[in-house]
């Protein structure tokens, strides 16, 4: 395992480190997603090997990767999931980098992946650190790879609850869960604006686990001739 320094991490890491110290806490987190799952087929129809599990938790989504045979880094600030994914990648003897990083400054050379994965991870922080995170996102990506992401909606039933501390950043003080810390709601010209210099393929929000719990699913390309212009959709290829 590797490290870098965390930088101005805005603290969700922290809740997330004591829950998944637990048995009973990483218990929750073993079943990859199915619209990750599925993808699994676009990554190999287009030749697409090399993996970034951004924000990986206890690595549900790169054991998955690294058991298809794709070439994964998994990165998380959690020293107790990357503890686990280790331990776990051990077990089923599979190869996974793992990284102790934050997602505001990535430890990794440009354009090193084909696909960045990152799952309710991103919106943690202000409008300025979701940019900048989205950057690093946009600066790892080689030319024609592939960005899957959730992001909060608006929609979101805790939208407006707490105090908000920056446009749509809102942090709820005697939240019980990682809601003490900054998170970052959006509507769709938030996801166009924000994703600046990707094309986006796809994006919906609906509910997670519970009602009204609302998120974007996103899936954006970086364009073949890299430029820096406002995301915009365009059709799925």
Request: overall charge negative; proline content about 5%; aromatic content about 8%.
């Given at each position: 395992?590797?490290?870098?320094?965390?930088?101005?991490?805005?603290?969700?890491?922290l809740?997330?480190?004591?829950?998944w110290?637990?048995?009973?806490?990483?218990?929750?987190?073993?079943?990859?997603?199915?619209?990750?799952?599925v993808?699994?087929?676009?990554?190999?129809?287009?030749?697409m090997?090399?993996?970034l599990?951004?924000?990986?938790?206890?690595?549900?989504?790169?054991?998955?990767?690294?058991?298809?045979?794709?070439?994964?880094?998994?990165?998380?600030?959690?020293?107790?999931?990357?503890?686990?994914?280790?331990?776990?990648a051990?077990?089923?003897?599979?190869?996974?980098?793992?990284?102790?990083?934050?997602?505001?400054?990535?430890?990794?050379?440009d354009?090193?992946f084909?696909?960045?994965l990152?799952w309710?991870?991103?919106?943690?922080?202000?409008?300025?650190?979701?940019?900048?995170?989205i950057?690093?996102?946009?600066?790892?990506?080689?030319p024609?790879?592939?960005?899957?992401?959730t992001?909060?909606?608006?929609r979101?039933?805790?939208?407006?609850?707490g105090?908000?501390?920056?446009?749509?950043?809102?942090?709820?003080?005697?939240?019980?869960?990682?809601?003490?810390?900054?998170?970052?709601?959006?509507?769709?010209?938030?996801?166009?604006?924000?994703h600046?210099?990707?094309?986006?393929?796809?994006?919906?929000?609906?509910?997670?686990?519970?009602?009204?719990?609302?998120?974007?699913?996103?899936?954006?390309?970086?364009?073949?001739?890299?430029?820096?212009?406002?995301?915009s959709?365009?059709?799925?290829?």
């Open positions: 395992m590797t490290e870098a320094s965390a930088g101005a991490y805005q603290g969700a890491h809740y997330w480190d004591g829950q110290r637990a048995e009973n806490g990483r218990a929750g987190w073993s079943a990859a997603e199915p619209w990750v799952v993808t699994i087929d676009r990554l190999k129809a287009r030749s090997m090399d993996v599990d951004l924000g990986c938790g206890v690595g549900r989504h790169a054991l998955m990767f690294a058991g298809a045979g794709l070439a994964c880094t998994a990165v998380d600030l959690s020293d107790a999931g990357l503890d686990a994914l280790v331990a776990e051990g077990r089923r003897g599979l190869s996974i980098q793992a990284v102790r990083a934050d997602a505001f400054a990535l430890p990794i050379p354009e090193a084909d696909y960045v990152a309710n991870v991103i919106y943690h922080g202000d409008a300025e650190r979701v940019r900048a995170s950057r690093e996102v946009r600066r790892v990506l080689r024609g790879g592939l960005y899957q992401a992001m909060l909606s608006k979101n039933a805790e939208y407006g609850l105090v908000e501390v920056s446009p749509g950043t809102f942090v709820q003080p005697n939240g019980g869960d990682d809601k003490r810390y900054p998170h970052h709601y959006c509507d769709i010209h938030d996801v166009l604006d924000l600046r210099g990707l094309d986006l393929l796809a994006a919906w929000d609906e509910p997670h686990a519970k009602p009204g719990s609302f998120h974007w699913h996103l899936l954006l390309e970086k364009p073949l001739d890299d430029r820096e212009a406002p995301c959709p365009r059709s799925n290829s």
